[in-house]
């Protein structure tokens, strides 16, 4: 390489960590213009609203040009990044579910980039939501909000863990992890992936294979959906999927609404045949006001922020740090997306 390659900071990163890619990586140019950015409302946004004035917008189309390499998606051009971004080559990205994004802004058919995901950043704060949503129905919090309302005070009993399978689908690294922790609570964990034959997975006591759907589900006494969406999963958890499971199941979705069937769901959980949900991911995001799921005391309403915590950004730049010393080497990239596969 005869110059310098060229990162744009496409969303808001910490000063600091801007500095240790910097300091880390100086055969790079990191450009950053924090104030073409918008301000973030949380640790870890990424998506944060962005009002630019005239000046503004002419200035980032400027760097838009220029850039060789993005951290992070320019969410302000989406469908016109191709245009802009007339030398750019590869987009690191701070999510690891990018699969159908870039398929329906057509990124892959537009254009030769490489995309990178940020796969494995989010599965310990993902894992945490899953035991999380685990223990509040085993200990009955529903139960227990419901008595502190109403100033009442009436012994019950909860269950352990300990008596329950937990079912995965998706052994990736958010299905590992979530592995892993149910383990710390003498959980029996079964899962599914497309050669289950190949070989034991770490915490899983049982595999199954692709076509043994409902065997796993008939053990699940707690799902975890951890799966990418794809055509194969898209809709895989039916109202014959459900019935499947044994009455009472909770269903804890990490994946995407639409792996789900939304209206099967509701429909199992009114009936009983689901005891609750813990959901980070739905069909449409945000949901709606007036959606069945708001006012169902069984279900844990998450904005889609299960995966966010304090940690993100300094995960997802020591990613971006070892795939920069890999992409100036000429080397694979990690974590590099598979445009027809969707992950």
Same mark, same amino acid.
């Given at each position: 390489?005869? *110059? +310098?390659?060229?990162?744009?900071?496409?969303?808001?990163?910490?000063?600091?960590?801007?500095?240790?890619?910097?300091?880390?990586?100086?055969?790079?140019?990191?450009?950053?213009?924090?104030?073409?950015?918008?301000?973030?409302?949380?640790?870890?946004?990424?998506?944060?609203?962005?009002?630019?004035?005239?000046?503004?917008?002419?200035?980032?189309?400027?760097?838009?040009?220029?850039?060789?390499?993005?951290?992070?998606?320019?969410?302000?051009?989406?469908?016109?990044? &191709?245009?802009? $971004?007339?030398?750019?080559?590869?987009?690191?990205?701070?999510?690891?579910?990018?699969?159908?994004?870039?398929?329906?802004?057509?990124?892959?058919?537009?254009?030769?980039?490489?995309?990178?995901?940020?796969?494995?950043?989010?599965?310990?704060?993902? $894992?945490?939501?899953? #035991?999380? $949503?685990?223990?509040?129905?085993?200990?009955?919090?529903?139960?227990?909000?419901?008595?502190? =309302? $109403?100033?009442?005070?009436?012994?019950?009993?909860?269950?352990?863990? =300990?008596?329950?399978?937990?079912?995965?689908?998706?052994?990736?690294?958010? %299905?590992?992890?979530?592995?892993?922790?149910?383990?710390?609570?003498?959980?029996?964990?079964?899962?599914?992936?497309?050669?289950?034959?190949?070989?034991?997975?770490?915490?899983?006591?049982?595999?199954?294979?692709?076509?043994?759907?409902?065997?796993?589900?008939?053990?699940?006494?707690?799902?975890? #959906? *951890?799966? &990418?969406?794809?055509?194969?999963?898209?809709?895989?958890?039916?109202?014959?999927?459900?019935?499947?499971?044994?009455?009472?199941?909770?269903?804890?979705?990490?994946? +995407?609404?639409?792996?789900?069937?939304?209206?099967?769901?509701?429909?199992?959980?009114? =009936?009983?045949?689901?005891?609750?949900?813990?959901?980070?991911?739905?069909?449409?995001?945000?949901?709606?006001? %007036?959606?069945?799921?708001?006012?169902? &005391?069984?279900?844990?309403?998450? &904005?889609?922020?299960? *995966?966010?915590?304090?940690?993100?950004?300094? !995960?997802?730049?020591?990613?971006?740090?070892?795939?920069?010393?890999?992409?100036? !080497?000429?080397?694979?990239?990690?974590?590099?997306?598979?445009?027809?596969?969707?992950?």
């Amino acid at each position: 390489m005869t *110059s +310098r390659p060229k990162v744009l900071i496409a969303s808001y990163l910490e000063p600091e960590l801007v500095e240790q890619i910097r300091r880390e990586v100086p055969e790079v140019e990191v450009i950053n213009r924090p104030d073409l950015l918008g301000a973030p409302r949380f640790i870890a946004d990424h998506t944060s609203p962005n009002p630019r004035t005239p000046e503004n917008e002419a200035a980032w189309r400027a760097l838009l040009a220029e850039a060789d390499i993005l951290f992070d998606f320019d969410h302000t051009h989406r469908e016109d990044l &191709p245009e802009l $971004a007339h030398n750019l080559k590869w987009i690191q990205a701070t999510s690891a579910g990018i699969g159908q994004f870039v398929k329906r802004i057509g990124y892959a058919d537009k254009t030769d980039w490489v995309f990178t995901t940020s796969s494995g950043v989010h599965a310990r704060p993902l $894992a945490e939501f899953a #035991l999380m $949503a685990m223990l509040m129905f085993a200990k009955d919090f529903v139960y227990l909000q419901s008595e502190k =309302s $109403a100033q009442h005070w009436a012994r019950y009993c909860g269950y352990e863990l =300990s008596s329950k399978t937990l079912a995965i689908i998706g052994l990736g690294k958010i %299905g590992r992890e979530t592995a892993r922790l149910a383990k710390a609570f003498d959980m029996r964990v079964v899962g599914n992936r497309r050669h289950a034959a190949d070989r034991p997975v770490e915490f899983i006591d049982k595999l199954y294979g692709p076509d043994e759907l409902m065997p796993l589900l008939s053990e699940a006494n707690f799902l975890v #959906l *951890s799966a &990418p969406h794809t055509p194969e999963t898209e809709g895989l958890i039916n109202a014959e999927a459900i019935a499947a499971m044994p009455r009472g199941a909770v269903l804890i979705n990490l994946s +995407r609404g639409q792996v789900v069937d939304q209206p099967a769901m509701v429909a199992a959980l009114q =009936s009983g045949q689901l005891g609750g949900a813990a959901l980070d991911v739905f069909e449409i995001e945000p949901l709606p006001a %007036g959606d069945p799921f708001w006012t169902m &005391p069984n279900v844990i309403v998450s &904005p889609h922020s299960a *995966s966010t915590a304090d940690t993100e950004n300094d !995960k997802i730049t020591r990613v971006f740090i070892e795939n920069l010393h890999h992409y100036l !080497k000429g080397e694979t990239l990690q974590n590099k997306l598979d445009t027809d596969l969707l992950y």
